[in-house]
Each structure stands twice: as structure tokens, then as C-alpha cells.
């Protein structure tokens, strides 16, 4: 019975993290249609596990507003490409899951983690929701 918890609710994070891969690169970056977009998916599939972001990575609350103080729904580090004339950065990814039996309750959260492609951003970083925090050289 633990083990099929475990086993479905890792698999509902897996997709959950993967759609939002989806939609960073469908939308070429962390725009703010982006954060819309994983905000109103979030929403539909009720996926509300809160978790501590890594260093470096920004984590973003149920109203897709990103947050300073590394806990979220799901958390995001750009990471810049450099070495190219055109502006490239790659998104990793962490969505939470917890690990709860019925009678005990939630015992452990534990990350799904994962990058998209790497992106040909635009040059404009105004036009990102997300700094490059990190560099690729």
C-alpha cells in the first residue's frame, strides 16, 4: 500500500514536471504566458505539494509568482549559454511530491527534477521571467 502511494504520486510529479518542460520550450523561455500557462495547468491537475527550492533556483507559488525565500510548487534555474552569437539558455526544473500513508500522514517530500532543450532565447531579458543565474561556458 506505501509502495503504490509512493508510485502514484511520483508518477503524477513526473508528468507534472514534464509539462511544464513543455511549456517553457512551446513558449521559448520563462515568459509570462509561460508562468500563466503553468499556473492554469497547476490549477486543473490540483497540484499543490510546496517544496524547498535548491540553491539557485527560483520557486514559484500557486499564483505562478516567483518567490524569494526558496520554497514553491515548483522551482526554476536558467542556465545561459555562452560562447555563441546567438543567446542560448537551458530551464532546469523541480516539481515536489510527498510520500504519505493514511493513517500516519505526509512523511517525506521528495523532488522530480529535469531540463528542457536548450533554447535560442531572445535577446531582450526583459522579455524572460527568470535571470540567468548561472552560465554554461
Request: aromatic share 10%; glycine share 8%; hydrophobic share 35%.
Amino acid at each position: 500500500s506505501g509502495y503504490l502511494a509512493l508510485s502514484v504520486n511520483y508518477s503524477r510529479a513526473f508528468k507534472v514536471k514534464n509539462e511544464i518542460l513543455a511549456i517553457i520550450e512551446r513558449n521559448e523561455g520563462l515568459r509570462e504566458k509561460s508562468v500563466l500557462e503553468i499556473n492554469n495547468y497547476l490549477v486543473t491537475v490540483n497540484h499543490t505539494v510546496v517544496g524547498n527550492c535548491a540553491k539557485d533556483f527560483t520557486g514559484f507559488g500557486q499564483n505562478g509568482t516567483a518567490s524569494n525565500n526558496k520554497t514553491g510548487i515548483y522551482c526554476i534555474r536558467k542556465t545561459c549559454v555562452t560562447g555563441d552569437v546567438v543567446p542560448k539558455a537551458y530551464y532546469k526544473v523541480t516539481v515536489f511530491f510527498k510520500f504519505d500513508l493514511p493513517v500516519i500522514g505526509d512523511i517525506f517530500t521528495f523532488n522530480v527534477d529535469g531540463e528542457t532543450k536548450t533554447i535560442h532565447n531572445t535577446p531582450d531579458p526583459a522579455d524572460d521571467n527568470i535571470e540567468c543565474l548561472g552560465s554554461d561556458i
